[in-house]
């Protein structure tokens, strides 16, 4: 099937407002294309992600990122100077056992969105057209180009934007875009060859306790894989909330758990490591079923991947490294090989 000329205005359909999604989606828009975001949940983000509570918040997904790439640091410098982000100087530890290591805080910094780490999901869909609480249930294509099949939140329909989609980009979970690119079989392959590890989160609200002696920690456990006070951020209320993330294989074993039950779990697990015994009144547990790429995978040579013929490409912090740049970088490069595939095809 041959796709018909493009317009002078091109077109894209992007299916998640992560931080890989928006990214790309940010980039074409700047580019001068129409474009819409549609999101299955409330708000951007993905999972650099906060959740409220009547006793503060709670950063449950992305916990912080650190800046490599010089591009990605211009746009953490804007963030910066719009008091979107800011440095986490924590006392970082590695805890094995009843021993806690401090962990070198100068060797790279720590930065956190404010005043919470969904601060970066709103700052990077800022101007883009996004749709909220809309599940796209299937993408199929056509000569007149993509159309999408959806299930969203009652709402005033979408106007001014076209029934048929130029060009479609994933960047939600590979699974998920896997099973959406499902009429470009060779791609939809490529994308699900990249598999991704569940993780459970802990949120719990203790009552005044005496300090541990640290705000962080990579935990030694085969339960516990990392725990964080949160009012150890800049610009979150002050408390004794934490935020303890269970490891790959715990959450891989107790999947399908009531989140009642891994909850209690999680937090007997915390309480033994951290030595902390105040009572907790408020105790939750999140399942994030697609936390981050399996470790064994290797970083994609264009941290994207794209089939131009269909018009279809697929981004997200699964192209490589899992970290919050992995992915804006993935949305960016992704961006960039499409432009070039539109220009080319003029």
Do not use: H, K, N, Y
């Given at each position: 099937m041959n796709p018909p000329p493009l317009a002078s205005s091109p077109s894209a359909a992007v299916i998640g407002a992560g931080i890989a999604g928006l990214a790309c989606a940010r980039a074409l828009a700047d580019a001068g294309w129409r474009v819409r975001v549609f999101e299955k949940s409330r708000g951007p983000g993905g999972r650099s992600a906060t959740r409220r509570s009547d006793s503060g918040s709670f950063d449950h997904g992305a916990q912080y990122f650190t800046v490599r790439d010089a591009t990605f640091g211009r746009t953490v410098a804007a963030w910066a100077a719009d008091a979107v982000v800011a440095p986490w100087s924590?006392?970082?530890?590695?805890?094995?056992?009843?021993?806690?290591?401090?962990?070198?805080?100068?060797?790279?910094?720590?930065?956190?969105?404010?005043?919470?780490?969904?601060?970066?999901?709103?700052?990077?869909?800022?101007?883009?057209?996004?749709?909220?609480?809309?599940?796209?249930?299937?993408?199929?294509?056509?000569?007149?180009?993509?159309?999408?099949?959806?299930?969203?939140?009652?709402?005033?329909?979408?106007?001014?934007?076209?029934?048929?989609?130029?060009?479609?980009?994933?960047?939600?979970?590979?699974?998920?875009?896997?099973?959406?690119?499902?009429?470009?079989?060779?791609l939809a392959a490529d994308v699900a060859a990249r598999t991704m590890v569940p993780c459970w989160a802990l949120m719990v609200d203790f009552q005044p306790h005496p300090d541990t002696g640290w705000d962080a920690a990579f935990v030694d456990d085969p339960r516990v894989a990392w725990a964080a006070r949160e009012a150890s951020r800049p610009g979150r209320p002050p408390g004794f909330r934490w935020v303890v993330h269970a490891t790959s294989a715990w959450s891989r074993d107790h999947l399908e758990d009531d989140p009642a039950h891994a909850a209690t779990r999680l937090l007997e697990a915390f309480r033994e490591r951290s030595g902390i015994t105040a009572p907790a009144p408020a105790v939750r547990a999140h399942r994030w079923r697609y936390a981050r790429p399996d470790d064994a995978l290797p970083t994609l040579p264009e941290r994207s991947l794209l089939d131009a013929a269909a018009r279809a490409g697929a981004c997200g912090d699964w192209a490589g490294g899992g970290r919050i740049e992995d992915a804006w970088l993935s949305g960016r490069a992704l961006a960039a090989r499409v432009l070039d595939a539109a220009n080319a095809g003029r």
């Open positions: 924590a006392r970082v530890v590695s805890l094995e056992g009843s021993r806690a290591t401090p962990i070198d805080a100068a060797a790279r910094e720590r930065q956190v969105g404010v005043p919470g780490m969904s601060a970066l999901g709103r700052a990077l869909s800022r101007g883009l057209d996004l749709a909220f609480e809309c599940t796209i249930v299937r993408a199929a294509r056509d000569p007149a180009g993509w159309r999408l099949d959806a299930a969203c939140a009652p709402g005033p329909a979408p106007r001014g934007l076209p029934e048929r989609w130029d060009w479609l980009v994933c960047a939600a979970p590979s699974p998920q875009s896997a099973a959406l690119l499902a009429e470009v079989p060779s």
